[in-house]
């Protein structure tokens, strides 16, 4: 699953816009036509479906095993689930509205992957299987006291909390063509209840079948929809006649200035992707299930590569898009326009299968690893069979399906805010793993300081003001400097 991109998509469209236009677009690929085809693509929906949930299925009889598949994931499903944990509807749609308004400069955007992954590869993957918990916040625990401990646990429960709500409420748009005239709590209660069936039998190790599956065919749908792409594009005159080519291979840094791709915002996000996801909890969970750090240090490299792969892979599809002619009122909804279009029938349905599977095993995996953290953090842990931990996961689906409900419009405006406590811990954690001078009171001036600031950019500049800017680009710095001069100004406690 991927940490929500800080602020609106710059441009005229809003991420509920490009939900509600995947709705109807949903509803006319598998509802319009001829009977034949939409035979085809509703039995091709259903079928990829079946595969992908069918194979899922697995009871976990044990706590391990639940939370953190008995530790031993081997080097192509910790990379299949850790790629996957990246690719959800929202990024996507995102990223491939930026190939189409921006055109090739958008692999800008996907390179924020590339780099914030290859950061984590490189700071703390060895180290978080070399620790080998349950749940990252255990880090601060054990190297800093328990109160810093559990207090980032809670910062980090709250922010997947709102994360949470987000992928509901959308799962609830997506499907909602189906059950037309339903309210959509109904829907999204529906759907919870479809993911909890999945999840609660086999915790992590039904995400992680689940994420092999859907990676299987992400890997024969993005490369075929590149591929039709550039085919309909060289076909109406390539990049060249949409794109300026100086741009595109004179001086290409100038289009950074873009206004669908503005500097500011893809440093942001490079600066916030590189000290957030080294505290993401979805991901310590399954770097704590690989078997070995090895195996553990290859898999974020790989996964490093892949998603950035395919997502610019998506970018210059959506560009091709462009470039054929398709013109499109709000670009994030080039990634249905492709498969509405480009696919034949049943391959249609098969492509929208994949996008809803995508999300549901995202949400999945954000419960399994809330449900590790409480386990951990909070001396909850069950028994043999696992129940609490599976009444633990049922709580926060109703807690997910409750926000998603009733706050998702206000949580959709606010994403970006769960974001700042994650930040805030940045310094604690890379100092818990290499910095032994570091003290508990650093570790906590650190994080204080990083909250407040965050909070304060947001409510003094705003995001009419573009706050993430003086957020991330100063705020991380002053995070680290306070955190350094603390802990040279006090004692570690022995």
Known sequence: MRHA?????????????????????????????????????????????AVVLGGAFHRSRGDDAFLVANRQLTLFPLVATLV???????????????????????????????????????????????????????????????????????????AMLGFGATYVKSLGLLFSPFVPGWPLWLTTGLLTLVVLAVALPGGLVSVVRSDVSAFVLTLILVPALLALGIWHGTAAGGMASVFDASQLTVNPIAQWNHPALPFRFVTTLIALTCFTYIAAPWYGQKIFAARDE??????????????????????????????????????????????????PSGARGAGF??????????????????????????????GRHVRRQRQVVAAFALLHWLGGATLVDNI???????????????????????????TTAGAWASVIVGCVWGVGCFAVVGEAGGYTWPWAMYGIPLIFATGVFTSLMTRRAP
Request: with cysteine.
């Open 5 to 49: 991109c800080p602020g609106e998509w710059p441009g005229d469209g809003r991420k509920a816009r490009a939900d509600n236009f995947v709705k109807h677009q949903l509803w006319y690929c598998l509802s319009a036509g001829d009977s034949v085809t939409n035979l085809l693509d509703l039995a091709a929906f259903g079928g990829v479906l």
């Open 84 to 158: 996957m944990t990246e690719f959800n509807t929202s990024t996507l749609l995102a990223f491939s509205a930026a190939g189409y308004a921006a055109g090739p400069m958008a692999l800008a955007l996907p390179l924020v992957f590339l780099v914030g992954l290859a950061f984590y590869t490189a700071t703390v993957a060895r180290q978080w299987k070399r620790f080998d918990r349950l749940s990252v916040a255990e880090l601060f625990s054990s190297r800093y006291s328990s109160a810093l401990g559990r207090f980032a646990s809670i910062l980090l429960l709250l």
């Open 294 to 343: 090895r195996t553990a240090f290859r898999a974020v490299a790989w996964a490093a590569v892949l998603v950035f792969v395919l997502y610019g892979g998506l970018a210059l599809a959506a560009a091709y898009l462009r470039v054929s002619g398709v013109a499109l009122d709000d670009p994030q909804r080039a990634v249905p326009m492709m498969v509405t279009t480009w696919l």
């Open 353 to 382: 299968a994949l996008l809803f599977a995508a999300a549901l095993t995202t949400l999945a995996g954000v419960w399994t690893a809330m449900g590790a953290m409480v386990a951990a953090d909070f001396g909850w842990r069950g």
């Open 412 to 438: 959709l405006d606010r994403l970006i805010l769960a974001n700042i406590p994650v930040v805030a811990l940045s310094f604690a954690l890379l100092a818990g793993f290499h910095w032994p001078r570091a």
